[in-house]
């Protein structure tokens, strides 16, 4: 009797170690990814701006992706135990696809897709976490939930010109400046 009860008990501790192989390999990032960023200045836009004689300045989706990373790096310890290790992230407009390598308890790593959205709230950029998703799996947003980023655009303008609105296009974002804030 001794003997099948220490063989069940092995045979499951086998069983139970090759399913979290197998969820290890399923949830493993697929691509090398981090946060490394290269600062952007919004200032020396102000050039192309005088010489298109409109007071826009468009920052292209690279330098909206430079911006998000900055911002993604700063506020990389994320709930549970999770921690953000590198971001591709993707602008369609006001929505922010990211594949992004995470690593749960500093040992796990995952990689995951998450949506954000963008929104203008004077006077700052705010990102919005919608939801992640692991492969084909859906996690709760209990899990994960990231609090809203906030970025200070008025920080990268020189002190004379503010902001004015926001819109956002779908590879790029408009900022639309007012003289003499």
């Known amino acids: 009797m001794l003997k099948k009860v220490t063989i069940t008990l092995l045979m499951l501790a086998v069983i139970a170690a090759v399913m979290l192989f197998i969820i ?42 430079q911006l998000l990373k900055k911002q ?13 290790e590198g ?30 959205t963008l929104a203008w709230d004077p006077p700052n950029l705010v990102i919005q976490h919608v939801n992640t998703q692991i492969r084909n799996w859906q996690l709760p947003s209990e899990w994960l939930q990231l609090a809203p980023i906030e970025i200070p655009l008025q920080s990268y303008l020189p002190k004379l010109i503010g902001i004015k609105n926001i819109v956002f296009e779908d590879n790029a974002i408009l900022i639309q400046l007012k003289p003499f804030q």
């Open 72 to 84: 993604l790096a700063s506020h990389s310890t994320l709930p549970h135990n999770f921690r953000m």
């Open 87 to 116: 971001a591709e992230l993707d602008l369609q407009g006001a929505r922010v696809e990211a594949d992004v390598n995470m690593r749960w308890h500093d040992r796990i790593p995952i990689g995951a897709h998450t949506t954000f």
């Open 24 to 65: 290890i390999q399923y949830v493993k990032p697929t691509k090398s990814l981090d946060l490394q960023y290269k600062e952007i200045a919004i200032s020396s836009k102000i050039a192309e701006m005088i010489l298109s004689r409109k007071l826009d300045v468009r920052l292209s989706e690279e330098e909206v992706n």
